[in-house]
């Protein structure tokens, strides 16, 4: 198992929605895709028939295929497990976001990986556009001196034929999400420029709307903004999801020197930099904007979605299974955000009160959480169980259901 520097990387996917990006991609980087893996039968015999790849409905009957590493592109909340099955079964895992639901299936998730020895990836994709590659090297470099503030915003709102099209189901997770759990695209980036992590967050939700009338089937609140303590001391403030928002997605970075920030017209490839007067230092630009260059491969990364880090983690997870090596978005940068988001929830439930973030790579630290499996999603309903809103569980008025349950119908979705 595994691959030396000239052997092709054959990889399976397992979801083919999201996971026809990296279906696509994967030969950029020397990767062949082998298999396919869906439980919507009919996307998956398309996805399979376009590809020319053997398809599977069953997992473990997927894991069964011939191959060398999966790319879990499956339910945001049900990753953990099924990276745990593939890494038992001697498999490099590439996992999407979110790393796992609850507290628990992190530590799992971290025994896993360390047992098998094997690569696991967190493939999140933001921290790889052009403008925050160059936020990172210029941090590296000491443009700023030592972060002492940053944010993050991801938000991505759409009308609601769009918002169905991508959450058919009244129990698909985009519906119940609680707003704090999608935060790894406002984070991972600031991470990744500064190599810090959270250890402790606090968190407000934001309601959709004051009144108890639901205009979609979306039962889960709206948005969200979590105030980050890092392991530095500086403090990173992470917002958004389906807001209004005009950059979209936007990265800003104060430190001891000045600050660096990515910029209008197009947060994923301008870049600004930023120093009061009296904090200038030989050399530098007291405020200027422009667009970086690609520190490499900028042709197949301009060709790939998400500002190019779709390309980048496809590039970063075939080089982790040549070279041997844990990847820098390793489990315990997954596994932290995770936490930032399921923490963050706890700490929205109690209108701001802080939550601690573990080290999920130290041991001890992370054991008081073995048993903790408390999830906002519905397939975990029980006592002690949180909401997905700040409001409750209200489900979508009857009219609202009815349009769904028709649009989703025409998708050839049925409950
Ligand atoms: N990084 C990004 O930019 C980005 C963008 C979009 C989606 N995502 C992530 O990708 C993942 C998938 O999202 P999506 O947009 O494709 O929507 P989705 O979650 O609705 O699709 C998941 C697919 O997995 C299949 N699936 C679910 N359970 C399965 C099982 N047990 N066995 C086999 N197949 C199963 C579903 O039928 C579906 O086709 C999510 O984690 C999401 O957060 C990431």
Not at 30 to 44: H, N, P, Q, T, Y
Not at 351 to 360: A, L, S
Not at 390 to 405: D, K, N, Q, S
């Amino acid at each position: 198992m595994g691959a030396t520097s000239n052997e092709v990387i054959r990889v399976g996917i397992i979801g083919v929605g999201r996971g026809m990006s990296f279906a696509h991609g994967c030969k950029h980087v020397g990767m062949e895709l082998v298999a396919l893996c869906d439980i919507w039968e009919e996307r998956l015999l398309a996805a399979g028939e376009q590809l020319g790849v053997a398809t599977y409905t069953d997992y473990e009957e997927f894991l069964g295929h011939d191959m060398d590493a999966v790319i879990l592109a499956n339910y945001f909340h049900q990753h953990a497990p099924f990276a745990i099955k593939a890494l038992d079964r001697g498999f490099h895992v590439m996992s999407e976001t979110m790393a796992c639901k609850t507290m628990g299936e992190g530590v799992a998730l971290c025994e896993a990986v360390e047992h098998s020895g094997r690569i696991y990836m967190f493939a999140e994709n933001y921290p790889f556009s052009v403008a925050n590659q160059e936020l990172r090297r210029l941090y590296q470099a000491g443009e700023i001196g030592e972060v002492r503030y940053a944010e993050g915003e991801y938000n991505h709102p759409g009308e609601e034929q769009w918002r169905l099209s991508i959450s058919p189901g009244f129990n698909h997770w985009r519906n119940w999400l609680p707003p704090t759990y999608y935060c790894s695209h406002a984070l991972a980036p600031l991470m990744c420029i500064t190599d810090r992590m959270p250890v402790s967050v606090n968190a407000l939700s934001i309601i959709e709307e004051a009144t108890q009338t639901p205009r979609n089937t979306k039962v889960s609140d709206v948005g969200s903004v979590i105030l980050a303590r890092m392991d530095n001391g500086a403090v990173f403030r992470i917002w958004g999801l389906m807001m209004s928002s005009i950059s979209r997605v936007r990265y800003e970075l104060h430190g001891e020197r000045g600050l660096i920030a990515t910029a209008e017209p197009n947060h994923w490839a301008n870049v600004r930099i930023f120093h009061e007067p009296w904090l200038l230092r030989e050399g530098q630009q007291q405020d200027v904007t422009y667009a970086p260059d690609w520190p490499a491969h900028g042709d197949l990364a301009e060709a790939a979605g998400h500002g190019g880090g779709d390309f980048w983690t496809n590039f970063h997870f075939a080089n982790a299974i040549r070279d041997g090596q844990q990847p820098y978005l390793n489990v315990y940068r997954g596994t932290a955000m995770a936490a930032v988001g399921i923490q963050g929830w706890r700490s929205c439930l109690e209108e701001g009160r802080p939550m601690p973030v573990p080290d999920f790579s130290d041991p001890a630290a992370r054991a008081p959480y073995r048993d903790d499996h408390w999830s906002p999603f519905p397939e975990d309903a029980g006592p002690g169980q949180p909401p997905p809103s700040l409001r409750g569980i209200i489900p979508p008025a009857p009219e609202v259901a009815e349009r769904a349950r028709e649009y989703w119908a025409s998708l050839g979705y049925h409950e």
